[in-house]
């Protein structure tokens, strides 16, 4: 006999969302289409639907984050088996690394969207949401973290990343591709995560910046953010992990008022590594005091950080959350 699971469907608006008007602008709509999908999987899945958010994802913001994550932890506490939230791309990977890194890895978490608008030709919306719904009612998905599922594949919160402005196929984990796919009505996964600790933080901290380095980079970036109100800083070096030698003056100003910053590398594949002993290579960077973070890109990185501060976490204990090794 097949056991019927609850599903929490938690709709925050994006793409998925909206629909093209009279003049081909996509924009978001009053009610949303997708949220009005009762009867998706009758029979094996019972789902039950909460319209938290109805904002484009570039509008999307860690206090809307936390308030996801609390709302999951009241749906476990309520008995639920398993959550879907549809979210715009745009931002979804750094909603769904929030959650990977604030909830338990106990009901499966999907998050989910689309490239194209309720009304277009090849609309993905519909699709991706009842495939994230199957691997949300999937037992073999449990222990996984939160996952995004896009275009019949499942990849972790954790590595995925959006590649692409409008294909389908956006969503990609570079480096270590996906655990799994989807299946005719079920998960198939080929990899498994090492899971890492979780912050169950209750607040989240503001000024946590994210920098890009390039060619000729001097210090007037830093120094922008030399100030009191700045709580950390990620930034995305050159290569596997290098900053421009003017940059370092300032680099060193601010870790002189002990604000923390994390390097990872702006190339869309590997890791960041303290190689290069000349001036401003990853060696003499860590020894400076930056911390390398390992296999996360920048916003990822970004995210991770203020989690981290908004726990209460400094020093070694920071410096230990940041740079767990890839897994």
Not at 100 to 107: G, M, R, V, Y
Not at 198 to 205: E, F, L, Q, R
Not at 217 to 234: C, K, Q, R, W, Y
């Amino acid at each position: 006999m097949t056991t019927v699971k609850k599903i929490l469907a938690i709709h925050t608006g994006g793409t998925i969302s909206m629909s093209q008007n009279d003049q081909g602008e996509v924009v978001p709509n009053a009610q949303n289409p997708i949220a009005q999908q009762e009867t998706i999987l009758a029979g094996r899945v019972e789902l039950f639907t909460d319209e938290m958010f109805n904002l484009p994802s570039p509008h999307m913001t860690p206090v809307e984050m936390l308030q996801i994550k609390e709302r999951i932890d009241q749906a476990e506490k309520d008995g639920i088996d398993g959550v879907v939230i549809t979210h715009g791309t745009d931002t979804l990977e750094e909603t769904a690394y929030f959650l990977d890194l604030t909830l338990p890895s106990t009901i499966p978490v999907v998050v989910t969207g689309a490239m194209r608008s309720s009304n277009e030709v090849g609309s993905d919306g519909l699709y991706n949401f009842q495939s994230a719904i199957e691997v949300a009612a999937d037992d073999a998905s449990r222990g996984n973290g939160v996952m995004v599922v896009m275009n019949d594949e499942i990849h972790t919160a954790r590595y995925v990343t959006k590649t692409h402005t409008t294909n389908v196929a956006t969503f990609r984990t570079p480096t270590f591709g996906p655990i799994g796919i989807v299946a005719k009505d079920h998960a198939v996964y080929f990899q498994k995560l090492i899971r890492e600790d979780t912050c169950n933080i209750d607040h989240v901290i503001d000024h946590v910046y994210l920098i890009k380095a390039y060619a000729g980079m001097d210090g007037s970036l830093f120094d922008f953010l030399d100030n009191d109100e700045t709580a950390g800083v990620v930034i995305e070096g050159l290569g596997a992990g290098n900053l421009p030698p003017k940059t370092l003056a300032s680099v060193q100003r601010l870790l002189d008022r002990q604000i923390p910053l994390v390097l990872v590398s702006r190339c869309y594949n590997g890791v960041a590594e303290d190689i290069y002993d000349y001036e401003g290579g990853g060696i003499e960077l860590r020894k400076m005091g930056l911390m390398l973070c390992q296999g996360l890109n920048g916003q990822k990185a970004r995210i991770k950080l203020l989690v981290g501060l908004s726990a209460g976490l400094q020093g070694a204990e920071l410096k230990q959350f940041l740079s767990t090794a890839v897994s």
